[in-house]
């Protein structure tokens, strides 16, 4: 993954500088931001500071509908462009008053500001920063988690933990710890002070969407039999739920799961042992087989599920379409090739751990997605990826508002599969070296 120089400032918020007065009026904050829109110029640079600068004032204030419109004035702002210079004046101030807005806003602003820092940490790319945005946000993400509440902010929170972890977490205790935060909101038991209660399907879907994204940084051979036991053997009780988005989320996770695991490690007969002492690793491999015949035969039933009564069409084709792939990599080897224009340049993902990193990141960046992909270094580390030099947003090319995204032939011997695979495996040695990963997953309570 990319690096970046991070000798940034890191002073508390009042040592920020170029502070600006307060602004008087929170809704002609979002009004004036948005009436700006992606101009281009210096003028146009300085006004935008100017309305990021007050934006960040209002975070400050009493009322929290003012702090939820400055929030929303600096979600635009920082999807729209790469906010470097404002992050490097006020990164402080900005991540500080953030938290805050977890620990005491409403629902809404906890949202709000949730992915106010994953954009923070999208910006910043992998370095101190993200460091610190990682280490001063989890402690408050944990806590907010165990209220409970609403399932809309439980999953913002779950997606900003997921990408500040993603690309902060430089050990591998950093990303085992977000991943055993994310399956406490499912199995509340595993943690102190909380009282059981059964996550929601909209909970579930969400917290198996963040830990599959942080599923395909691990390092695989890290993980032990058990692990991969328990993993599959949970997620397999999510595909015979009644809801769709559970079924389909944890259909990707074990995508996930077959792609980056290497499970013939664990036969006895590959290591030529037969020895007395390895009794408990064949039978455990013999139950693992199990697991992947029994999920086999669920994937093959979901790829041709009928619709019911009331079923939405375009949900029942995400799944068939989702599973009809899911059972090609596992009866033939064939991984699903997308291919996205961006641009005028095409971005490309020939694994399951790429599509689902490339899914992810375009739900939590939304409308900035297209900005961030022709823009930020770091995610065009993360997927190979080099816009054309010139290409200008702002100029009147609108192709880049459209994405042109088609299948290609899912050929595991192509020459563009070889060539990412090369790529990924450059990535995945690097990623080796400074992490690792585990599975925390407890077996559902019936």
Not at 166 to 192: C, D, N, Y
Not at 210 to 220: E, V
Not at 400 to 411: G, T
Not at 412 to 425: D, E, G, H, I, V
Request: glycine letters at 8%; a negative charge.
């Amino acid at each position: 993954m990319g690096k970046r120089n991070s000798n940034r400032k890191n002073a508390a918020a009042m040592l920020d500088s170029d502070d600006t007065d307060s602004v008087s009026s929170s809704s002609s904050v979002r009004s004036d931001l948005v009436s700006v829109g992606v101009g281009v110029g210096v003028g146009a640079d300085v006004e935008k500071d100017s309305l990021l600068d007050e934006s960040l004032d209002a975070l400050f204030e009493k009322r929290g509908s003012t702090r939820e419109k400055a929030l929303e004035s600096i979600i635009e702002a920082f999807s729209q462009n790469l906010q470097h210079e404002f992050v490097e004046k006020k990164f402080a101030t900005l991540l500080h008053q953030c938290l805050n807005s977890i620990k005491k806003g409403s629902g809404k602003e906890i949202i709000l500001a949730s992915q106010t820092i994953g954009l923070l940490a999208l910006t910043t790319g992998p370095g101190k920063q993200a460091s610190e945005i990682l280490e001063e946000s989890v402690p408050i993400i944990s806590q907010a988690l165990r209220s409970r509440s609403e399932s809309s902010k439980v999953a913002a929170l779950l997606d900003c933990l997921a990408v500040i972890t993603f690309i902060g977490g430089e050990e591998a205790e950093e990303t085992e710890r977000s991943m055993q935060i994310m399956w406490q909101v499912l199995h509340p038991k595993l943690s102190t002070n909380v009282v059981a209660t059964k996550a929601s399907p909209a909970v579930i879907a969400a917290t198996v969407s963040a830990w599959s994204f942080l599923l395909t940084t691990i390092n695989s051979w890290s993980l032990s039999l058990k692990d991969w036991q328990e993993s599959i053997s949970y997620l397999s009780t999510l595909l015979d739920k009644d809801d769709r988005s559970v079924r389909i989320g944890a259909g990707e996770a074990l995508a996930v799961i077959f792609d980056v695991g290497d499970f013939e490690r664990f036969s006895c007969e590959r290591n030529g042992s037969s020895d007395e002492t390895d009794k408990p690793t064949r039978e455990g491999y013999i139950h693992l087989k199990g697991l992947q015949g029994k999920v086999l035969n669920q994937v093959r039933d979901l790829a041709s599920e009928a619709g019911g009564k009331g079923a939405a069409k375009k949900d029942l084709n995400n799944q068939r379409n989702l599973f009809r792939d899911f059972l090609d990599f596992l009866e033939d080897g064939y991984s699903p090739e997308t291919s996205t224009k961006i641009g005028g340049e095409t971005l490309t993902t020939t694994s399951w751990s790429e599509l689902i990193q490339l899914n992810f990141l375009k739900h939590f960046l939304r409308g900035g997605f297209v900005k961030h992909m022709l823009e930020n270094g770091f995610l065009h580390d993360v997927f190979g990826f080099t816009p054309k030099k010139k290409f200008n947003l702002g100029n009147g090319d609108q192709s880049a508002d459209k994405l042109n995204e088609k299948r290609l032939y899912k050929s595991p011997n192509s020459a563009l599969a070889k060539a990412r695979t090369q790529y990924m495996n450059k990535q995945r040695t690097v990623l080796q070296g400074r992490k690792t990963g585990h599975f925390a997953v407890a077996a559902e309570e019936e």
